[in-house]
RNA sequence: GAGGUUGUAGCUCAGUUGGUUAGAGCAUCAGAUUGUGGUUCUGAGGGUCGCGGGUUCGACCCCCGUCAUCCUCCCCA
């Protein structure tokens, strides 16, 4: 007999993992519900089809695909097709109906766009969702990165209005304080991005500009001036990339600073005028808040950052992605998003304008766990337990058990007559704060014994006193 | 897709230059204690040493292959 094992890059919660992660999950809710977002939920699968094409090359790679079922019923000629499609599949990157029409979801934001398109005169816009769901990616596996995981998501699809990106960096805020984990909440437009493009004469060099700035946290700016080299970059391109990163000083003063390099540059204007327009609408909601305990309010942790350059391709705007600004933990982004103005463009429905954010709640598990700021008291699990003295007292202790219940005491019975022993070590390993004992003695004078599993206090009294000492 | 790490009891891990019957802690079960848990004490069960091949008189140990695992790069949450 083999030992069990679960697939790759998945994981088991226990009941205290469930606990934890659902605190996570009723925390981010509250938030979304707060903000007036509506709960949406789509299927584990797409048709590979509505997946195929939206995340690059990359992307596409990593969707995990499910195999047609019944492929060997398959009559003559239909096995020919299938037999030749099947070499396809081995001899390149290749899919085909014939062999898989569907796959598991790869992230909320592109089936939200499905849903939008496929619901467009049923939805009321500006439509804002949220959506926390798994989510699969065939990725191998390492520290804080899974096959399984999940993803919570809200987006405001049908408004251009960049208050709406003021509000997500409101969300993010309130979360992350909520969760008292502490970040850096980087800010860019894409439509800067593509002026550096312009900046180096390349405007069709961006993802390869924006791929090696991306690193520059990581190899520093030599690194990624020899990768950008490599990427075909020219040498007065890469002077004017250094310029541009290396601009310091508030959001303001870096933003003045863009605007003077790239004056003649009109989507690097239009880029730079929306951020500040998000930032203005965020000051103004934050100022509503009124505990700002500097000028800034809550602004010093979110710094426009010219060198994020977030992956996937629908991104046309202002672009968002949170770090763990704690020196002790090492992890990558625990949550990004961003507006792309033609998403459902995909799907055939023009001019529908959305933008939204995500967050990646397994990073942040382990983030709080490396921080240690789950609270304390998240067990609330069953209060008392009836030990079952069997024969006629476990018939009385039935009875006392549903009056517990009745009266909205989690509690249970010891369901076979063990050992006492037995049954007390296992409400005491089960954390059970009392121990009710249900005995000759007892049921004869119609009471119970309740023992506070704590401080080892045992008293006898009637059930209805049991219940309301049970209650407090 | 590329590179590296580690696979020994249910779990976490020891195991000497290759040498007789592979160990410990925790967990489980039984007993000291048939109505009093946490701390003790005693005993018991539990292993194809990941799998397959090779070297050797002899392999948990060395070699080759394979599978699994974790980590790094790429990319991402």
């Known amino acids: 007999m083999s030992k069990p094992s679960i697939p790759q890059g998945t994981r088991d919660f226990s009941p205290a993992e469930v606990r934890r992660r659902q605190y996570i999950f009723n925390t981010l809710r509250t938030i979304f519900e707060l903000y007036g977002a509506q709960p949406l939920e789509t299927p584990s699968m797409e048709n590979l089809t509505t997946l195929m094409g939206k995340y690059g090359e990359e992307g596409d790679r990593l969707i995990f695909k499910i195999l047609n079922n019944g492929l060997h019923e398959k009559k003559d000629a239909d096995k020919d097709k299938l037999n030749s499609e099947w070499n396809n599949v081995l001899s390149r990157p290749y899919s085909t109906p014939v062999v898989t029409e569907r796959a598991l979801r790869y992230d909320l934001t592109i089936p939200f766009a499905r849903y939008v398109v496929m619901h467009q005169n049923d939805i009321a816009f500006p439509f804002r969702r949220y959506q926390m769901q798994p989510v699969w990616r065939a990725d191998r596996p390492q520290k804080g990165r899974y096959r399984e995981f999940w993803q919570c998501d809200v987006d405001m699809v049908g408004s251009t209005s960049l208050i709406n990106e003021a509000e997500l960096l409101c969300i993010y805020q309130t979360a992350f304080q909520k969760l008292k984990v502490p970040v850096t909440i980087k800010v860019n437009s894409r439509k800067l991005l593509a002026a550096l493009a312009d900046l180096c004469g390349m405007p069709e060099k961006m993802i390869d500009i924006t791929v090696a700035l991306d690193k520059l946290d990581k190899i520093g700016w030599v690194g990624v001036a020899n990768e950008l080299k490599e990427r ?31 004056q003649h540059s009109a989507v690097g204007m239009e880029g730079i005028n929306e951020l500040g327009k998000t930032l203005a609408y965020y000051r103004s909601l934050e100022f509503g808040i009124g505990d700002l305990d500097s000028d800034n309010g809550r602004e010093e942790n979110i710094v426009v950052d010219i060198s994020l350059a977030r992956g996937l391709n629908y991104y046309t705007g202002v672009i968002v992605e949170v770090v763990c600004s704690s020196e002790a933990v090492k992890m990558g982004s625990i949550g990004g998003g961003g507006r792309y103005d033609d998403l459902t463009g995909l799907f055939g429905l023009k001019g529908v304008s959305g933008v939204g954010i ?33 024969g006629e007292n476990e018939t009385y202790a039935l009875q006392i058990l549903q009056q517990l219940r009745a009266a909205n005491i989690a509690a249970e019975i010891y369901p076979d007559a063990a050992k006492f022993d037995k049954q007390m070590k296992y409400a005491n390993r089960r954390g059970i704060a009392y121990v009710l004992l249900p005995g000759d003695e007892e049921r004869q004078k119609n009471m119970v014994s309740v023992k506070n599993f704590e401080t080892g206090e045992q008293k006898m009294m009637s059930v209805g006193e049991a219940v309301i000492s049970l209650q407090s």
Not at 238 to 258: H, P, R, S
Not at 367 to 390: C, H, I, R, S, Y
Request: without cysteine.
């Open 232 to 262: 075909g970059i020219a040498e007065d391109g890469i002077w004017q990339i250094e310029k541009v990163i290396n601009v310091k000083g508030t959001n303001d003063e870096k933003l003045v600073a863009y605007a003077d390099i790239m």
């Open 358 to 390: 995500s967050f990646g709640i397994d990073r942040i598990y382990d983030v709080m766990e490396e921080l240690d700021v789950f609270p304390k008291q998240l067990v609330e699990g069953t209060k008392a337990m009836l030990v079952n003295f069997g």
